[in-house]
């Protein structure tokens, strides 16, 4: 019963983030894009249920395997190797990638472990990494979210979003 009451409070939080964050970029004239391992489109879709989405949102690449990752966003396959794919480093690339891919203003990527399998010692289950990538650059932040694999996903797409956010207010 609790883990389904915080699912919903996040479901009309990612719904409030992503009404604020189409208001906030239609009012900048910019565009806004999504490359995404584990949320698989969650973003992009939480993004395209806002009314007026589709004069800011310009696609969503769901790259769930390392090989997409480097074909379709030109993640290097040498980074995957040095530091996984959950890294600081892939979702920069991923950011990066998605930004070029679709010719938008800013890039959200989102990589990590929702469970209940994977991890590592250095990133446990729950651990994500979400990458931005600006006119003026490129970053990563790096979470580590508790509770079962639906909660790690809906925190992680609020964060993007909140990540988002936070850069058009700049």
């Known amino acids: ?3 389904s009451i915080a699912l919903e409070q996040l479901q009309l939080d990612i719904d409030d983030v992503a009404l604020r964050l189409v208001r906030l970029a239609a009012e900048r004239g910019v565009t806004l894009c999504c490359a995404e391992s584990l949320t698989a489109g969650m973003v992009s879709s939480s993004i395209a249920s ?4 589709s004069a800011v949102l310009l696609g969503g690449a769901v ?9 379709l ?13 959950v890294s600081f480093e892939v979702a920069q690339q991923m950011a990066s990638g998605a ?4 010719s938008s203003d800013y890039a959200v990527s989102l990589t990590g472990y929702a469970g209940p399998g994977g991890g590592t010692d250095m990133n446990p289950v729950g651990t994500v990494y979400i990458g931005l990538c ?3 650059a490129v970053s990563s932040k790096r979470f580590v979210f508790s509770g079962n694999r639906q909660e790690v996903r809906f925190r992680a797409c609020l964060e993007a979003l909140r990540m988002l956010v936070d850069a058009l207010e700049r």
């Not at 806002?50 to 989405?53: D, H, L, Q, S, Y």
């Not at 930004?99 to 679709?102: G, Y």
């Open 1 to 3: 019963m609790c883990a």
């Open 73 to 85: 966003l030109s993640v290097s396959e040498k980074t995957i190797q040095e530091v996984t794919e």
């Open 134 to 136: 600006s006119p003026q």
């Open 99 to 102: 930004r070029s891919l679709f």
């Open 63 to 71: 790259t769930y395997t390392n090989q997409i990752k480097e074909h």
């Open 50 to 53: 806002v009314p007026g989405a």
